[in-house]
């Protein structure tokens, strides 16, 4: 192996390739600051509380909760290891180019760029889905409410709010790195404290207090499924959560000393992530009384709003509400940061349709063009969701399954190229082989997990008055609604994808410029240290 020796961050970009572009002001505690916001437990573990009761129930969430933590935290220190070699807003497709060598390094870029792009607007849209919902949620509650749940007029708010939500976001993504800076340390605060404030609150003002042996000994499994299946989908909480923090490597080109800093900032990420995570989720489980499990999980993303009522009032379930939706405010502001910086550094390499126009800054260096269609896109995204009540879920699975495989592809190749592998300031020495096979594993279980159905669609509770005549439009109209769409999205953009490539991107892409430090001369050349 060779050695990458720490240099000036303008000469380690120079080397791999590029030329300093954007504003270098973001410290170590900004970059984690958006790392941490993105893996945000209000987003995730509040809002989908209602899958886990019904897919393991406390025992299922409090068992896979540190287990999936160890596991991601295996992706996160592999991840690291790539980062501190290769500190680029390129990020994952770079890395996978240089990691495939010069004759798979435009295809393999080209398919981790796209995964990585899903990925980030799946978790964007998905988290302006949530605003939507705790907007509406503070109308469906009232007492004289005419706003109802389910229907098409709560759809309809949710789908208006969620896209004003990213509209404001994006606008506040657009300042400078100076104020990037800034707001990554507030959104770290905010979403802290935010959760803090939150399950105290329900914690000592909840009169249902079940102890913690009964928690991690009930078992629910309210799918409809065998509790085989139920078992395998209680990751989903965990997964869902840890994704996203590939945002330090996106912004590696605007914080000094990257190659340090870059690695540090996702791994405190996952480590706080942990803790906030597994501490919101014990003292919010120890008020939900296992009667009211069934109740909470037919609500679906309504069923958080039951357990604030249960607990801290109506009132104060709605300033709660209003809590989680700057939340979910700060939470798209790091995604859709962290997106348009991908976004320029892929068109910086002719990825993208239109590349030459979207790279391109603002007199603040900033991507301004790249943030407003990812905003579009994002908006666009969302329209399904009037849909089905349950596109939430679906919305977060298909973008959390684009990043995994964006994840996938980078750390299968480190691995399988270990020997020409460039170490960086932080590196694993013998145990990056075994943690990045560990790392690979768990990527492929998670994203064969984010693509099974969650719960099971009775024909038995869809027939006519006869009671044995299925009516098959009702029927129907449920499947649709409860079918898990994220591998059909996941699919669809896949093909789609290879078949642009293998029609038209394959004569003109060419990839990533290579890391001109530890660059392959041929397919088959040893690695070189100049």
Same mark, same amino acid.
């Given at each position: ?21 954007? !504003? ?11 790392? =941490?916001?993105?893996? %945000? ?8 509380? *209602? ?44 890395? %996978? ?32 889905? &949530?605003?939507?919902? =705790?907007?509406?949620?503070? =109308? ?28 404001? %976001?994006?606008?506040?993504?657009? =300042? ?59 990751? !989903?909480? +965990? ?36 803790? %906030? ?26 069923? !958080? ?27 798209? *502001? ?8 991908? &976004? ?47 596109? *939430? ?12 495989? +964006? ?65 098959? &439009? +009702? ?56």
């Amino acid at each position: 192996m060779t050695k990458v020796d720490e240099k000036n961050d303008e000469e380690r970009l120079a080397e791999l390739g590029y030329k300093q572009e954007l !504003l270098r002001a973001l410290n170590a505690f900004s970059n984690f600051g958006i790392a =941490f916001t993105i893996l %945000s437990e209000p987003m995730s573990v509040l809002p989908l509380i *209602y899958l886990g009761l019904g897919a393991g129930g406390p025992q299922g969430m409090l068992t896979t909760w540190p287990i999936i933590s160890v596991l991601a935290a295996c992706v996160a220190a592999s991840m690291s290891e790539i980062v501190s070699s290769y500190p680029t807003s390129g990020g994952l497709y770079y890395w %996978s180019a240089n990691l495939a060598g010069p004759k798979w390094a435009p295809y393999a870029s080209y398919m981790t760029g796209y995964f990585n792009f899903l990925g980030l607007s799946g978790l964007c849209a998905g988290t302006a889905y &949530a605003f939507g919902q =705790f907007f509406t949620n503070c =109308f469906i509650a009232q007492p004289d409410a005419t706003i109802l749940a389910g229907s098409w007029a709560a759809k309809f708010m949710t789908l208006i709010a969620g896209i004003l939500s990213l509209a404001f %976001s994006g606008y506040l993504a657009s =300042f400078g790195s100076r104020i990037v800076s800034i707001m990554g340390k507030a959104c770290f605060w905010l979403n802290s404290v935010g959760l803090l404030v939150i399950v105290l609150a329900v914690f000592f003002t909840s009169p249902t207090k079940i102890s913690p042996g009964e928690m991690f000994n009930t078992w629910s499994n309210l799918t409809g499924l065998p509790d085989a299946w139920a078992a395998t989908i209680s990751v !989903l909480l +965990a997964c869902l959560t840890y994704t996203g923090y590939d945002s330090a490597a996106h912004l590696a080109e605007e914080t000094t000393n990257a190659a340090v800093q870059g690695p540090r900032s996702i791994g405190y990420a996952i480590i706080g992530t942990f803790v %906030s995570g597994y501490f919101a989720l014990f003292l919010m489980l120890s008020t939900i009384d296992p009667s009211q499990y069934s109740a909470i999980y037919d609500e679906g993303s309504y069923g !958080l709003m039951i357990i604030f009522n249960n607990t801290v009032g109506l009132k104060a379930a709605v300033a709660f509400n209003v809590l989680l939706m700057l939340l979910a405010i700060s939470n798209m *502001y790091g995604l859709i940061v962290t997106h348009a910086r991908m &976004a320029f550094a892929f068109s910086r390499d002719g990825a993208l349709p239109g590349s030459s126009w979207l790279h391109t800054l603002s007199a603040s260096q900033v991507p301004v063009k790249a943030t407003i269609v990812i905003t579009i896109i994002n908006c666009i995204i969302l329209l399904p969701s009037l849909h089905s009540s349950a596109m *939430y879920a679906a919305i977060n699975s298909f973008g959390v399954i684009g990043i995994y495989l +964006a994840y996938l592809v980078p750390i299968l190749l480190r691995v399988v190229r270990n020997d020409r592998f460039p170490r960086g300031p932080f590196h694993m020495g013998s145990f990056s082989v075994p943690v990045g096979i560990i790392a690979i594993l768990f990527l492929c279980f998670s994203s064969i997990a984010l693509v099974l159905p969650t719960v099971y669609t009775n024909p038995n509770d869809y027939t006519m008055e006869d009671n044995v005549t299925l009516d098959d &439009a +009702a029927y129907r109209e449920a499947y649709l609604i409860n079918f898990n769409w994220a591998p059909v999205v996941v699919i669809a953009v896949t093909i789609i994808t290879n078949i642009f490539w293998f029609a038209s991107a394959k004569k003109w892409f060419k990839g990533p410029p290579l890391d001109t430090e530890t660059k392959w001369q041929t397919a088959d050349a040893s690695v070189t240290s100049t």
